[in-house]
């Protein structure tokens, strides 16, 4: 079951009181005050874990709440540290406050830890708060409250290539015959309910990330169909693989229009992911012996189409090499803008390296709080 959205409750552990205590020895008739400090509350961490695809364990289990700290002792024992909450998601998850609406943190890439909810501090007991002028002090600290929120997670796909195109285009075909990935395939619209991914593999151990996205038609930024609900997932992928069905049947739009409106849909939803680079790909050349319906296809766009067939695999080798050459040139890009653009995110998470990172009672890491 594929799962993008959750909402969950976070709350981190209670500092543990201080304690009040006397020492009391045979022969030691004024001991003293020996009064532990309590121990910090644990945390709630978030981990991005590359294992997972979904936010599905998060939809059975809503309430995430580390463990409390013990109390101080006497004989000037501190209270144990409460054990820490640890929250895996998928990577590219989105967290949100759930009250304000702000982005608390975007775990964009494997590995980032975050501490999103802040244990309380012990509290100080008696014996910290001797002086030459109080030397039998009778009370301690109580341990700090626990940080308490709701978040509200999205998940958003990482890929390299996003698939678009209408129902029927030859999607999910292409993403069978180019990677591993067994999505459903029906001569029927919207076979394709939830996005899919899957690597391809070239040789010279070259290998990206593509992601199908469910058929869009006209009005889908309206909710039409199964509406634009699944374009954020494609808004983190380099290059748009717009898939055009070269001879669909006279009932459906034909493949200039076919474009248009899919080009439409992509604008209304988001500028940015209109802007995105893009290369259009004519399939179903199988279904006709000339190559007049791409020449045409060509010249009514004014772009580059690449022919191709899903069914017969004809061209799928140049697509993929294609793919390969623009998703490096894209990431060179990237490098020279990040290395234009000054660091401005206040919320800088380390990796969980640790490979006891995962477990429940791993001490906390500086990461920063949120």
Same mark, same amino acid.
């Given at each position: 079951?594929?799962?993008? /959205?959750?909402?969950?409750?976070?709350?981190?552990?209670?500092?543990?009181?201080?304690?009040?205590?006397?020492? &009391?020895?045979?022969?030691?008739?004024?001991?003293?005050?020996?009064?532990?400090?309590?121990?910090?509350?644990?945390?709630?961490? +978030?981990?991005?874990?590359?294992?997972?695809?979904?936010?599905?364990?998060?939809?059975?289990?809503?309430?995430?709440?580390? =463990?409390?700290?013990?109390?101080? =002792?006497? &004989?000037?024992?501190?209270?144990? $540290?409460?054990?820490?909450?640890?929250? &895996?998601?998928?990577?590219?998850?989105?967290?949100?406050?759930?009250?304000?609406?702000?982005?608390?943190?975007?775990?964009?890439?494997?590995?980032?830890?975050?501490?999103?909810?802040?244990?309380?501090?012990?509290?100080?007991?008696?014996?910290?708060?001797?002086?030459?002028?109080? =030397?039998?002090?009778?009370?301690?600290?109580?341990?700090?409250?626990?940080?308490?929120?709701?978040?509200?997670?999205?998940?958003?796909?990482?890929?390299?290539?996003?698939?678009?195109? +209408?129902?029927?285009?030859?999607?999910?075909?292409? +993403?069978?015959? +180019?990677? &591993?990935?067994?999505?459903?395939?029906?001569?029927?619209?919207?076979?394709?309910?939830?996005?899919?991914?899957?690597?391809?593999?070239?040789?010279?151990?070259?290998?990206?990330?593509?992601?199908?996205?469910?058929?869009?038609?006209?009005?889908?930024?309206?909710?039409?169909?199964?509406?634009?609900?699944?374009? /954020?997932?494609?808004?983190?992928?380099?290059?748009?693989?717009?898939?055009?069905?070269?001879?669909?049947?006279?009932?459906?739009?034909?493949?200039?229009?076919?474009?248009?409106?899919? /080009?439409?849909?992509?604008?209304?939803?988001?500028?940015?992911?209109?802007? $995105?680079?893009?290369?259009?790909? %004519?399939?179903?050349?199988?279904?006709?012996?000339?190559?007049?319906?791409?020449?045409?296809?060509?010249?009514?766009?004014?772009?580059?189409?690449?022919?191709?067939?899903?069914?017969?695999? %004809?061209?799928?080798?140049?697509?993929?090499? /294609?793919?390969?050459?623009?998703?490096?040139?894209?990431?060179? =890009?990237?490098?020279?803008?990040?290395?234009?653009?000054?660091?401005?995110?206040?919320?800088?998470?380390?990796?969980?390296?640790?490979?006891?990172?995962?477990?429940?009672?791993?001490?906390?890491?500086?990461?920063?709080?949120?």
């Amino acid at each position: 079951m594929f799962i993008d /959205r959750a909402e969950i409750y976070v709350r981190s552990g209670k500092g543990g009181s201080g304690c009040v205590s006397f020492r &009391r020895e045979k022969f030691v008739p004024k001991g003293g005050p020996d009064g532990g400090d309590g121990g910090l509350g644990g945390d709630v961490f +978030l981990v991005a874990d590359a294992s997972l695809g979904t936010l599905l364990e998060l939809s059975g289990k809503h309430h995430w709440i580390a =463990q409390n700290g013990q109390p101080g =002792q006497g &004989r000037n024992k501190s209270g144990r $540290k409460g054990r820490d909450c640890i929250i &895996r998601v998928p990577p590219g998850t989105l967290v949100y406050d759930r009250d304000s609406g702000h982005l608390l943190k975007d775990l964009d890439q494997p590995d980032m830890k975050v501490c999103i909810a802040r244990g309380g501090m012990g509290g100080k007991g008696n014996a910290f708060f001797v002086t030459s002028v109080r =030397q039998a002090p009778r009370f301690a600290q109580p341990g700090e409250e626990p940080e308490e929120r709701w978040l509200r997670m999205e998940l958003k796909l990482i890929a390299d290539i996003g698939l678009v195109g +209408l129902p029927n285009a030859g999607k999910s075909t292409l +993403l069978s015959r +180019l990677t &591993r990935a067994r999505p459903k395939i029906a001569d029927y619209p919207f076979t394709t309910l939830e996005p899919h991914l899957g690597i391809v593999e070239l040789p010279g151990y070259r290998r990206f990330v593509m992601a199908d996205l469910p058929g869009l038609i006209e009005g889908a930024h309206e909710g039409v169909g199964l509406g634009d609900d699944f374009l /954020r997932h494609i808004e983190r992928t380099r290059v748009l693989v717009h898939l055009i069905d070269l001879h669909p049947l006279s009932s459906q739009p034909q493949p200039v229009e076919a474009y248009r409106i899919i /080009r439409n849909e992509l604008s209304k939803y988001s500028a940015k992911l209109a802007a $995105k680079p893009e290369l259009v790909v %004519a399939n179903k050349i199988d279904l006709a012996n000339t190559t007049t319906a791409v020449d045409e296809l060509r010249a009514e766009l004014g772009v580059d189409v690449l022919a191709i067939s899903g069914v017969s695999g %004809a061209g799928l080798e140049a697509l993929g090499i /294609r793919l390969w050459d623009m998703i490096e040139q894209v990431k060179e =890009q990237d490098k020279v803008r990040i290395a234009a653009e000054p660091c401005e995110d206040p919320f800088l998470a380390t990796p969980a390296d640790s490979p006891e990172s995962g477990q429940q009672d791993t001490e906390p890491m500086e990461d920063s709080a949120i």
